[in-house]
């Protein structure tokens, strides 16, 4: 599991190991599609970019989460992993989260296959009007994820929910039981807990934000955190992520699963804040 920012060495290692996943490229090993579930696959990946807009991200974190996905979509290395897949492209949808009723598609699925689709995608997500909402529900966000991989209209080798946000949930389903529910359906939930601010009464952050993700909200084959900690590396941790998902690496040692039996942070945290706070 990956605690610190990612670095420039972390795309040095999956530099490296694209290099030795070439062999798995179509036109390297055309015997290896020969199976019955790569016959009906259509894409590498799935990939849901779930992207939080409660009032504890200020403007300025919200505009820089942004631009940090369009660029890490259409940075050098994002597609060369692109290249590196079995059919050389994934379907990708983008939207954001707040409340256990907040979620709206940005960008629709769309198919990216290079850098005319990548730029595309890229484009939308900026093109789109920045906003925020109450209350922050993880469990809304990755229940709302699950359900978008029936409207995808392809067929992934996997199925996964990246979901970023600086909070703990304290709105809706308890964040465990939807994780399971998620993960149930064969989906990996990897996190990008957001960690640039000291933790605030005001808006009812969270000490240790990183193994609160860690052991309540990811879970999956080779499930993975990057934290973000400092607004210099905001762009190089997505970028980093995004990478490491194309490219099925994990920056680590894969979390496994029943890490969660025993959290190091309850994982209700957030609705008792809440209910501390509010008194609901």
């Given at each position: 599991?990956?605690?610190r920012?990612?670095?420039?060495a972390?795309l040095?290692?999956?530099?490296a190991?694209?290099?030795?996943?070439s062999a798995?490229r179509p036109?390297?090993?055309?015997?290896?599609?020969?199976g019955?579930?790569q016959?009906t696959?259509?894409?590498?990946?799935?990939?849901?970019l779930?992207v939080d807009i409660?009032?504890?991200m200020d403007?300025?974190?919200?505009?820089?989460?942004r631009?940090?996905y369009?660029k890490a979509l259409?940075s050098p290395e994002?597609l060369n992993a692109?290249?590196q897949?079995?059919?050389?492209?994934?379907?990708?949808?983008?939207?954001e989260?707040?409340g256990?009723?907040?979620?709206r598609?940005?960008?629709?699925w769309?198919i990216?296959?290079?850098?005319e689709?990548?730029?595309s995608v890229a484009n939308?997500?900026?093109?789109?009007?920045?906003?925020?909402?109450?209350?922050?529900?993880?469990s809304?966000?990755?229940?709302?994820?699950?359900?978008?991989?029936?409207?995808?209209g392809?067929?992934?080798?996997r199925?996964?929910?990246?979901?970023s946000?600086?909070g703990a949930?304290?709105?809706g389903?308890?964040?465990?039981a939807?994780?399971?529910?998620v993960?149930s359906?064969?989906?990996?939930?990897?996190?990008?807990?957001i960690?640039?601010?000291?933790?605030?009464y005001?808006?009812?952050?969270?000490?240790l934000?990183?193994?609160?993700?860690?052991?309540c909200v990811i879970?999956?084959?080779?499930?993975?955190?990057?934290p973000v900690?400092?607004r210099d590396?905001?762009?190089?941790?997505?970028?980093t992520?995004?990478?490491l998902e194309?490219?099925?690496l994990?920056p680590?040692s894969?979390?496994?699963?029943?890490?969660?039996?025993?959290?190091?942070?309850?994982?209700?945290?957030g609705?008792?804040i809440?209910?501390e706070?509010?008194?609901?």
């Amino acid at each position: 599991m990956l605690r610190r920012p990612a670095s420039t060495a972390i795309l040095a290692v999956v530099a490296a190991a694209l290099l030795t996943a070439s062999a798995m490229r179509p036109d390297a090993a055309p015997a290896a599609r020969g199976g019955a579930h790569q016959q009906t696959t259509t894409v590498d990946v799935e990939l849901v970019l779930a992207v939080d807009i409660s009032y504890s991200m200020d403007p300025e974190e919200l505009a820089l989460q942004r631009e940090g996905y369009a660029k890490a979509l259409t940075s050098p290395e994002f597609l060369n992993a692109l290249r590196q897949g079995i059919h050389g492209k994934v379907a990708v949808t983008y939207f954001e989260w707040a409340g256990s009723s907040e979620q709206r598609v940005i960008v629709p699925w769309r198919i990216v296959d290079g850098p005319e689709g990548a730029g595309s995608v890229a484009n939308e997500i900026l093109a789109s009007p920045i906003r925020r909402a109450a209350r922050t529900s993880i469990s809304g966000a990755l229940l709302f994820g699950a359900a978008l991989f029936e409207t995808s209209g392809q067929r992934g080798i996997r199925r996964v929910i990246d979901v970023s946000g600086d909070g703990a949930n304290n709105s809706g389903q308890i964040v465990t039981a939807a994780r399971d529910e998620v993960l149930s359906r064969g989906i990996t939930i990897n996190g990008l807990p957001i960690m640039l601010k000291r933790p605030s009464y005001a808006t009812m952050d969270i000490e240790l934000l990183d193994e609160y993700y860690e052991d309540c909200v990811i879970g999956g084959p080779s499930a993975f955190v990057v934290p973000v900690k400092d607004r210099d590396k905001f762009v190089e941790a997505i970028r980093t992520k995004l990478v490491l998902e194309i490219a099925a690496l994990t920056p680590g040692s894969p979390v496994i699963k029943a890490a969660a039996a025993n959290p190091r942070v309850p994982c209700t945290i957030g609705e008792r804040i809440w209910q501390e706070r509010w008194g609901n």
